[in-house]
């Protein structure tokens, strides 16, 4: 079965710098990943979509690549800020399933 | 707009008991989706809706039913609960029909159930 690996430690980064999340996915490449981010206590809130034949996407501070062959997609975050901690999840589309990875936590220091 | 609402937000059951969760979204959305979070693992899709009138299981649909009762809404019911149903209960809709995997899609705030 299709299973999407994040890092499960969290990522310590000091304001101002660039926080780079890392998505992995296991054998066939997903048609498309999205990113979201999710606050303690409360639901997801979509913040990227690439699909399998992009290979960048940008939204403002946010940049996304999807890399088939290291089967990995990384997550920017530019000029981090504390309001940008988070738990950021990573999930796979492969035609009828969905599959989320178990989410990275962020905490950008002031 | 409330975008996507659950009720209840906390719940607690005994084995065997049977509780509906209620979701109702305002945003005109074709597909709607029931997911549940563990602690160390990713959402887990339980079944969606690609329109209104058809429902199909998703990863994890065991032990769940589903109705999509209209447009806005779309009910998980567990009929029999067991403590590995102690989960916390997304619901989600997108505007496209279809499948989730494209979908951008908007959550609720979640119900968080424990059965003891």
């Known amino acids: 079965s299709q299973k999407i690996e994040q890092n499960s430690e969290a990522l310590n980064i000091q304001e101002g710098k660039t926080a780079t999340l890392t998505c992995n996915y296991t054998?066939?490449?997903?048609?498309?990943l999205q990113w979201y981010r999710q606050d303690p206590g409360r639901g997801p809130v979509f913040l990227l979509l690439i699909r399998e034949n992009e290979k960048e996407k940008r939204k403002e501070r946010l940049k996304v690549t999807f890399d088939t062959t290291l089967k990995q997609s990384l997550f920017h975050i530019t000029a981090s800020q504390p309001a940008d901690s988070a738990t950021y999840l990573c999930?796979?589309?492969?035609?009828?399933?969905?599959?989320f990875g178990p989410g990275t936590r962020l905490s950008v220091l002031p | 707009n409330a975008g996507v609402t659950q009720t209840p937000k906390f719940q607690v059951l005994k084995t065997g008991q049977s509780m509906t969760l209620q979701c109702a979204q305002d945003m005109n959305h074709n597909s709607m989706y029931w997911y549940r979070q563990d602690p160390g693992m990713g959402l887990r899709l339980i079944y969606y809706?690609?329109?209104?009138?058809?429902?199909d299981k998703g990863e994890v649909p065991n032990g769940y039913n589903v109705s999509r009762l209209n447009k806005r809404e779309f009910s998980l019911r567990l009929e029999s609960a067991a403590p590995s149903q102690t989960s916390v209960y997304f619901c989600a809709s997108s505007d496209l029909s279809g499948r989730p995997s494209y979908n951008e899609q908007f959550f609720g705030p979640g119900t968080r159930l424990t059965v003891l």
């Open positions: 054998n066939y490449s997903p048609a498309y």
């Open positions: 809706s690609a329109s209104e009138g058809t429902t």
């Open positions: 999930a796979g589309g492969y035609g009828q399933n969905f599959v």
